[in-house]
């Protein structure tokens, strides 16, 4: 019977692998607390759940600190940039009548029947650009985990990564709403939603970054793990 669950079989691997991805949901959280660090913890979460739940290379509670710790400037940086677009689609929606119970309003109907017709305008291009944000937030602190460049560089890497690859842009953003969503709902989803977020959207991020991450040339001091997936 316990060999049936040795981590050398199919369940047990099965068993160990939603453990990692549950303790590093958590670490993501914890570490995200301060808010600004959210981008440095998106970063360090994406490294860990790829090289080390899926190339199964490294233990992935070490390599989560030492990306973090490597990262944590240039996504720092690229955080603020973030905070202030959602700062400035808030200041946009207050400015136009909305406020904040209308955000968190169960009857999305009404903030439509109750707002003229240029608020609502508004409140929909607010909404569209909000999903763009996502849609590059989603590639911008996963190739910060990849790339040493710049973040001025990898925001405008992201952002054309981002249009190139529409449907994948699209399939990881709903990913990304649909799984805030479930914590919003269910709070104790936190436990494994960033974890299953930075996995499920590792299989289309991962062929993305193929066009325009190159593979280092060869060198035995270099492990390139991620050009075999």
Partial sequence: MNSMFSTDRGIGRALTKIGELVILSILWFVTSLPIITIGVSTTALYYSTVKSLRRERGYFVKEYFRAWKENFLRSSFLM????????????????????????????????????????????????????????????????????????????????????????????????????????????????????????????????????YVPAPEADPDVDAWWTEL
């Fill in 80 to 211: 603020v940039f973030f905070i202030l677009c959602i700062l400035g689609l808030l200041t946009v929606l207050v400015m136009n009548g909305f406020t904040i119970e209308d955000a968190l309003t169960d009857d999305i109907k009404s903030i439509f029947s109750d707002k003229p017709d240029g608020a609502v305008r508004v409140f929909i291009i607010v909404g569209v650009v909000l999903f763009i944000l996502l849609a590059l937030f989603s590639y911008v602190f996963p190739l910060v985990s990849r790339l040493e460049q710049k973040g001025a560089f990898l925001l405008l890497l992201g952002f054309t990564m981002m249009v190139r690859f529409f449907y994948y842009s699209i399939a990881i953003a709903v990913i990304l709403i649909a799984l805030a969503g479930a914590v919003i709902q269910v709070p104790m989803a936190i436990m494994f939603a960033p974890g299953l977020w930075a996995l499920l959207s590792s299989f289309l991020l991962e062929k993305a970054f193929r066009k």
